[in-house]
């Protein structure tokens, strides 16, 4: 017999929308889906000075896109200097004031929008009157307590920052997606976790990135682990991907090099891509989300514990985990479609 | 047709045994001795020259008679001299050319007032290829002595070789006739010009221009080398042995490598390869120290596929003479062949006997090219080894290359020509689609028909066949066999048809190596194209066979005028005037309103530009109504298609651009468009055409990940797994590239249904779990397993049950 036949269902046929549907559950107002549960994600957007009419737009459509994002994701409260505000003094006394609020189970997302410069010595992030230094950024970063903190500067010049938060490595030792070893993760677990558009600060042309970047917080193309959020990794290796696209199109040498250097950017979400639904605190749909929310979470440790594993024996405890997960998906998914169906047309 | 009645004498094949006899001269040959280039009297023009040549010329004619012991020792006698001028020239004879820089600067500064000096010094520039340098030596001499033939010389060269203004150029020349020329610079422009006559086909003014330079040369007691070289060629090139010939300048000097030089060269420009082979093997032996020689072996043996040899060849020239940029252009090349291509033969499995075909193609490339490009190059060669009734004899060797500019150095040396293809024999290079991932017009399945047609041309006619002919075919091939049917003719060539700038046909290669206008090549290949649609009509019942006939007429020596007479019965006046009337006939109409016609395909442009939907629309209508075959860049069915999209016509849209591609258009976007239209409308029908469409959209743009998305999807629905596995296999490697797909899990996810519908359950666990890697969170790649897992307990429960 045919597995397909065997299987009852025609494989070939586009799955119902629903299972592509991610759920939440109030529980007294907390949305205890986010990835920083219980905890407060501030996301700070600084746009600079566009310089001209172009990169100005460019910059605005930028922010509106990681405004959405923030608007996306439960427990983020968000904060953006723009336009004559946006100057180093503000930008400080706010941070100063951040820091008295900030817990340490909160973390923060900086997005630096603009154009900046390096002399040689010193990074500058263009805003109005007192330019903002790599030393101002690594100051408020790395004195906040909380953590870990995310700096995204897709400006020029940016990968002047690299050495200046990892002053112990050169830029070689980059912890990125195919590198994240214990070792190096627990050398850098309590740095932040730094993105930028250029590998150094002599890249001085404006970038891309930052367009790729922020757009990809709301393509599903960029979710490629399917978990219908957007991580730091994946708008990098989309953003990265697409500047690479646009050279190689453009048969131009690359003038920007995107970096990525820090703990664990795969769990850092930035955004989610899917419809908030709610279920009753201690209903079936809210047990149901608890324990898929738990196996995820041992899927994940499972994935970090990959390199100390026998493959075979990864992927039967992977499988087993997924099973699990899929099951209580496919619970999951017959209450939702009673929620959504009440009728019951579509059972 | 009988080929017999026009036979002619064919290429004795005597000149293969050459090289053996030739090895006795070589022993004679010091290993310091270097190529260099006569001093055509450069040193008597003025009183220093005449002084220091007394010293110099024993040294060059000792070289020139082929004493080069002699010649070696008489240069390092001049090592010693006084005059650092004579020490430049014997440095540079004996191959030190840093010592004969320091030593021209050291004369120059002895003698700031000598043309000869500084004229000398700019053709030890032009040795090394630093033509501005050259150049910039030329005038400075001019400037010292404006009537100084040896720097006028040097500037024309420097000019030539360095791409100057052809201004400069022409009046350069110019002012060299007029000035009074010494006899060996004389007679060596004499025979420049018995060298423009023979690359132009022009043997009867060679043949005279030929025996006027040997009178001069004798009258004058000069050396008869040159000369002899040249009658060597005119034999050659009018298919008579050229050995004896060569050998009466071997009697004058047993060194003479030249010749031989020469005669590959002239062997090259006709595409005869094999025969450039021997010419430069002989050359090599006779003057191993022949660096030029050793490079175009180089580059003649990589056309014939002897790679190794091609390297050997290269890097010898290249310890001779490493200022070539030819010789380090292809030392770059081969180090992409040795370590970027890979090579796979056909068919496979492998049968008895050597491959039909060896594919070279990047490695990166491979995963997403080889079965595309491995079914079209088999089906071509099925196709025209019937047609043109040959049995390869050799596997036939097709490379693809990403960089445009590798695939032009690997043909011609030197990048910058805009070529697609080149084809030397049993062996062709092309672009790969990846060397046009900008464009919407590069059609890389029909570049491949056209190759593989001058394959068997060129080797039906032993290279025999004039140009225009080969193309002709090739182009005919392409519109009636090939994998988009129908002529596609570009605007510039209908203009020069309008303009009636088709050449005869007895002009024809003419219009392809020495075009005269912008885009005359291209209008020569049309020309060629449609000169055999024409003959196919003119000829009716078994035109095919009859232009098979012609072709094989070749071989046997037969001219064009000779072969186009004797299969049409007509004249080459009465042909051109039949061809001309049979465009009439085509394209008469159009042609008339042809400025009509591109006023309405540029009023709709402007439109579309201006958002003006309906205007557009309607130009592109009437546009149409004069003529609606045009599928180039700008077609009206385009900007119909557009206007309509834009006006909301999903129904007309779709007939639009259903026609473009019927008519033979192939634009990526426009196709992809259409087929999701199509998709759609949902009818089985628009879904069969859907598919075909896209299925030839692979032989234009087979690195669009879209393309072999839509199709998997549609060939799972249709139940053919084991193309849609190819497709989505495809997917998965050009998620390798540059820009190609990053999303794998739903990849993955395509494959294990795939594997389902081939009854692999394994499999379709393996590629579910793959997909569940990458992302654990995928719900339908999470449902598949676990519907798969349930299969296999059922199964096991199943096999319990049984067992019992």
């Known amino acids: 017999m045919a597995i397909e036949a065997a299987l009852g269902v025609n494989l070939m046929k586009s799955y119902p929308c629903v299972f592509f549907l991610r759920l939440l559950f109030l529980t007294g107002g907390i949305l205890s889906f986010s990835p920083q549960a219980q905890a407060t994600l501030y996301y700070v957007i600084l746009e600079g000075l566009g310089g001209t009419a172009t990169y100005t737009a460019n910059f605005s459509s930028q922010r509106s896109q990681l405004e959405a994002a923030a608007a996306s994701l439960p427990g983020t409260e968000l904060k953006v200097f723009l336009g004559e505000e946006a100057t180093r003094e503000v930008v400080r006394s706010w941070f100063e004031q951040l820091k008295l609020k900030i817990t340490t189970t909160d973390s923060l997302a900086l997005f630096l929008l603009g154009h900046g410069s390096f002399d040689g010595e010193q990074y500058k992030f263009n805003v109005p009157e007192i330019d903002i230094t790599g030393e101002d950024l690594h100051q408020i970063l790395t004195e906040l307590p909380g953590g870990p903190h995310l700096l995204v500067n897709t400006s020029s010049a940016s990968g002047a920052l690299l050495e200046l938060f990892n002053p112990q490595k050169n830029t070689s030792q980059r912890i990125n997606n195919n590198d994240t070893s214990q070792q190096a993760l627990e050398e850098l677990e309590s740095s932040v976790l730094v993105i930028t558009a250029t590998r150094n600060g002599n890249e001085k042309n404006a970038t891309l990135f930052g367009s790729f970047f922020t757009q990809a917080l709301s393509l599903e193309a960029a979710d490629l682990d399917k978990n219908l959020r957007v991580s730091a990794q994946e708008a990098f290796d989309y953003a990265n991907a697409q500047v690479e696209a646009v050279f190689k199109e453009e048969n131009r040498l690359s003038t920007e090099h995107s970096q990525l250097l820090g703990p664990e950017p795969k769990q850092f979400n930035l955004a989610r891509l899917d419809e908030q639904q709610i279920a009753t605190e201690g209903s079936r749909l809210a047990q149901l989300l608890s324990q898929q929310e738990s196996v995820e979470a041992r899927i994940e440790d499972l994935q970090r514990q990959r390199s100390t594993m026998v493959n075979s024996e990864y992927l039967q405890a992977l499988q087993t985990l997924i099973l699990e997960a899929a099951r209580i998906g496919e619970d999951i998914d017959q209450i939702v479609i009673g929620i959504d169906d009440p009728a019951g047309e579509k059972q | ?804």
């Open chain 2, 1 to 804: 047709m009988n080929p017999s009645g026009i036979l002619h004498r064919k290429l004795p094949r005597r000149v293969m045994l050459s090289t053996i006899a030739l090895a006795f001269f070589s022993s004679q040959l010091p290993a310091s001795a270097a190529t260099r280039e006569p001093l055509y009297g450069a040193y008597s023009y003025d009183p220093l020259g005449r002084k220091l040549s007394t010293y110099l010329l024993p040294c060059e004619d000792s070289y020139r008679q082929g004493k080069h012991l002699q010649s070696e020792q008489c240069f390092r006698s001049l090592l010693e001299s006084s005059h650092p001028l004579l020490q430049a020239e014997a440095f540079w004879a004996l191959d030190d050319l840093q010592s004969a820089n320091n030593a021209m600067r050291a004369a120059q500064q002895e003698h700031p007032d000598s043309a000869l000096v500084r004229s000398r010094w700019g053709d030890l520039f032009m040795q090394t290829y630093q033509y501005q340098q050259a150049f910039n030596l030329y005038n400075e001499a001019l400037t010292l002595d404006a009537t100084y033939p040896p720097a006028y010389y040097g500037r024309v060269r420097s000019l030539q070789a360095g791409g100057g203004e052809p201004e400069l150029l022409q009046s350069s020349l110019l002012t060299l006739n007029q000035l009074k020329l010494n006899p060996e610079l004389s007679l060596h422009l004499r025979l420049e010009e018995v060298r423009i006559a023979l690359e132009g086909d022009m043997y009867d003014e060679a043949t005279i221009a030929l025996a006027n330079a040997r009178d001069f040369a004798e009258q004058e007691s000069l050396s008869l080398l040159e000369v002899i070289s040249l009658e060597a060629v005119l034999a050659f090139m009018r298919f008579e042995d050229p050995q004896p010939i060569i050998y009466k300048a071997l009697a004058l000097n047993p060194t003479w490598a030249e010749g031989w030089v020469e005669l590959g060269h002239f062997a090259e420009i006709t595409r005869r390869y094999r025969q450039e082979y021997t010419f430069l093997k002989n050359a090599v032996t006779l003057n191993p120290n022949h660096w030029q020689a050793w490079l175009d072996l180089g580059q003649t043996a990589l056309r014939l596929n002897l790679v190794e040899e091609a390297n050997e060849a290269i890097k010898r020239s290249y310890a001779g003479d490493a200022f070539n940029p030819r010789t380090i252009n292809l030392l770059r090349l081969l180090d992409t062949f040795n370590n970027t291509m890979v090579v796979s033969a056909y068919p496979q499995p492998p049968q008895a006997g050597s491959p039909e075909l060896e594919l070279r193609l990047d490695k990166e490339e491979k995963a997403v090219l080889e079965s595309y490009v491995a079914d079209l190059a088999l089906e071509s060669i099925k196709v025209y080894k019937q047609r043109y009734r040959l049995q390869p004899k050799a596997p036939i060797v097709v490379e693809l290359f990403p960089k445009h500019e590798d695939f032009v150095v690997r043909s011609v040396g030197m990048p910058g020509v805009g070529i697609l293809g080149v084809t030397f024999g049993y062996l062709f290079a092309m672009d790969s689609p990846s060397a046009h991932v900008k464009e919407d017009y590069y059609h890389w399945g029909t570049t491949l028909w056209h190759e593989m047609a001058h394959v068997f041309t060129l080797e039906v006619s032993e290279h025999l066949v004039p140009r225009w002919f080969s193309e002709g075919i090739s182009v005919w091939e392409e519109w009636n066999s090939g994998p988009v049917r129908g002529r596609k003719i570009p605007l510039s060539v209908y203009k020069a048809m309008a303009e009636d700038k088709f050449l005869s046909v007895s002009e024809l290669d003419n219009g392809f190596m020495r075009p005269s206008y912008q885009d005359q090549v291209i209008v020569s290949y049309m020309q060629a194209g449609l000169i055999f649609d024409f003959i196919g009509d003119y000829l009716g019942e078994n035109a095919e066979e009859k232009i098979v006939t012609m072709l094989y007429a070749f071989k046997e020596g037969a001219t064009s005028n000779q072969v186009l007479s004797h299969a049409t019965g007509m004249t080459i006046p009465e042909f051109d005037a039949a061809f001309k009337s049979w465009i009439t006939s085509e394209y008469g109409d159009f042609l008339e309103q042809l400025p009509k016609w591109q006023g309405e395909v540029e009023e709709g442009l402007q439109a579309l530009k201006e958002e003006r939907w309906a205007a557009a629309a309607a130009s592109a209508m009437k546009a149409l109504s004069i003529h609606d075959k045009y599928t180039e860049p700008n077609s009206p069915w385009l900007i119909l298609a557009r206007a309509q999209e834009k006006l909301g016509q999903t129904k007309l849209q779709c007939d639009s651009l259903l026609r473009y591609w019927q008519e033979g258009g192939y634009a990526t976007q426009p196709l992809l468009q259409l087929t999701r239209l199509l998709l759609d409308g949902n009818s089985p029908e628009a879904v069969t055409t859907a598919i075909q469409v896209m299925q030839e959209l692979r032989l234009a743009d087979p690195f669009n990940a879209d393309l072999h998305q839509i199709l998997g999807d549609l060939y799972l629905e249709q139940n053919q797994p084991l193309l849609a596995e190819s497709e989505f296999s495809v997917l998965l490697a050009l998620s390798k590239q540059t820009g190609g797909p990053r999303d794998l899990a739903p990849i993955h996810l395509n494959l294990a249904k795939v594997a389902i519908a081939l009854n692999d359950l394994t499999k379709s666990m393996d590629q579910v779990m793959t997909a569940l890697t990458i992302a654990p969170s995928y719900r339908p790649a999470q449902k598949l397993l676990l519907e798969l897992s349930r299969l296999q307990t059922e199964n096991s429960s199943n096999r319990g049950t049984s067992n019992d």
